[in-house]
């Protein structure tokens, strides 16, 4: 039990000192670590605000748009544009591939592309269309 307590201990330590040190990290590890968390952050809201998407097109009962045809296109755009992210941010690896940074620009990639979504399915308005 002690050596368990020990390693979860060491590892939020770990954990704290990377957090910690995000706003000037001194190694490329710290770098990565604080924009995976950023990425998670992200995706999360972007998550979020597209099954908040989905849950108001079953909310439009007056016939004036088709909810189920919006909802359709709706999801066939999101995989479209998961997989554009996907490949338009795996260019960094392959450019990088003898390098070390390749995974780090494609994060950074993922990142304001996933912020820019975000901001897109926050001007998604279906109230205002009807």
């Known amino acids: ?23 000037s990290p001194e190694s490329l590890l710290e770098s990565k670590s604080c924009l995976l968390g950023e990425y998670e952050k992200l995706e999360a809201r972007l998550n979020y605000k597209y099954q908040e998407i989905l849950k108001s097109l079953g909310k439009s009962a007056d016939g004036y748009y088709d909810t189920a045809e919006i909802r359709k296109a ?16 795996n260019i960094y690896v392959v450019l990088n591939k003898n ?5 780090q620009e494609e994060l950074q990639c993922k990142i304001e592309i996933t912020k820019l979504r975000i901001q897109d399915l926050d001007n998604f308005n279906l109230d205002a269309r009807s």
């Open 1 to 23: 039990m002690a050596p368990k307590i020990f390693a979860l201990l060491a590892f939020s330590i770990a954990a704290t000192t990377v957090v910690a040190s995000c706003n």
């Open 99 to 103: 390098g070390n940074n390749g995974s």
């Open 74 to 89: 709706v999801i066939s755009a999101q995989k479209t544009w998961l997989l554009f992210r996907e490949k338009n941010c």
